[in-house]
């Protein structure tokens, strides 16, 4: 079967309804709201955001430990990631996202998975998909795509398909050699044991989550594109298009991560965190709707083995394969997940008597 986009218009205010691409919750949630009006996803402020920029090519390794200790995010310049890769898989990911919601749901059943309105993933490694009026709705639609399984497979009879899964394949590539430096950096920065550093990450769970942020009729009170979190990765790298949209908490206030071409955005994850025993931050950031335009997003996320025993001195030992149970445990009981807190060894001061 070959999968054509279905043609896709714009949408005015006299045109409130979504093209047949968008799913349902897109279209339930948009009746009787306001289109017009000020746009409330504007920045705040036009003012250039200070994120650290580190050159992978030239830095010295300093760069990316300070940015990691008082940042927890940085830009990545000559990362090494193809940039014909990267407008490449931006372009095509956009023709993917304007197939209809019924054949992206019905085609992407093997390892490209399609999800919508959460960006959660189960143990299973499937994406949730959250009820359309659910108060935690996330405004996006995506794929979630696991490097090891779209190695082995082909959308043999579809050209689009195919296309899609091989640039997927070649990104997450170059984005696990960036990754791997990244790591080994850091870990030399810390004293990890050759043991501890071989299981603190695995190339093999590598995955990347595809996104599409729909315009958004709603303000960004009402709707997130991706609430405040952390990543549960040992590192995160970002590759965004020209919409803008991510924001990272930094002193208690949220800063406009501005799209900058040919540019990657790294952050530090829980997992790192815990490794480096506070010493790096996992930040929190999420992701403003947009009044007017579609966003699209790339993320890169690598974990540790699952049998990994991350130890360190404010936390009490615990395995990925932990962290990933209790993490489904409390998505289930809170709709959020906890997170480190769990782990940490509450210092003897503070404990309650
Ligand atoms: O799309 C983005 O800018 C950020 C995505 C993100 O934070 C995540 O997937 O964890
Ligand atoms: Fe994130």
Redesign the pocket.
């Known amino acids: 079967m070959h999968l054509l986009p279905t043609p896709s218009h714009e949408m005015t205010n006299s045109d409130k309804n979504f093209d047949s691409s968008y799913p349902p919750f897109v279209l339930q949630n948009s009746i009787g709201v306001d289109y017009g009006g000020s746009d409330p996803s504007k920045p705040d402020s036009e003012s250039e955001d200070s994120l650290p920029v580190v050159d992978l090519l030239s830095s010295r390794p300093g760069d990316i430990i300070d940015s990691s200790r008082e940042w927890g995010m940085f830009r990545l310049v000559n990362h090494g990631v193809d940039s014909t890769v990267l407008t490449k898989i931006l372009e095509c990911a956009a023709k993917v996202f304007s197939l209809s919601f019924e054949s992206k749901r019905g085609v992407f059943d093997g390892p490209i998975q399609y999800f919508w309105g959460s960006?959660a993933i189960s143990l299973a490694g499937n994406a949730r998909q959250a009820s359309p009026y659910a108060q935690n709705l996330h405004w996006l639609e995506g794929f979630n795509v696991p490097l090891a399984k779209i190695t082995q497979y082909k959308y043999g009879d579809d050209p689009l398909l195919e296309s899609f899964r091989a640039l997927l394949e070649e990104y997450g590539n170059q984005n696990s050699l960036v990754a791997d430096k990244i790591f080994k950096t850091m870990a030399e920065d810390l004293n990890l044991s050759p043991t501890k550093s071989k299981s603190y990450i695995s190339l093999a769970s590598g995955l990347l989550r595809v996104y599409r942020y729909p315009r958004c009729p709603m303000s960004s009170e009402l709707r997130w594109g991706?609430s405040e979190?952390?990543?549960s990765s040992v590192v995160?790298i970002?590759h965004q298009d020209q919409v803008g949209g991510l924001q990272v908490c930094m002193g208690g206030k949220w800063l406009d991560v501005k799209p900058c071409l040919d540019t990657l955005v790294v952050?530090v994850g829980d997992m790192m965190q815990a490794m480096s025993n506070d010493e790096y931050v996992s930040v929190k950031?999420?992701?403003k709707v947009n009044k007017e335009k579609d966003r699209i997003s790339i993320?890169y996320?690598v974990f540790p083995t699952e049998d990994a025993l991350i130890e360190s001195p404010n936390y009490r030992p615990f395995t990925y394969a932990n962290f990933q149970a209790d993490r489904e445990l409390d998505f289930k009981t809170f709709g959020t997940k906890i997170g480190l807190p769990r782990y940490k060894i509450i210092p003897e001061k503070s404990r309650i008597l």
Request: proline fraction near 8%; glycine fraction near 8%.
């Open positions: 960006p991706i979190h952390t990543d995160s970002l952050n950031h999420r992701v993320g996320f």
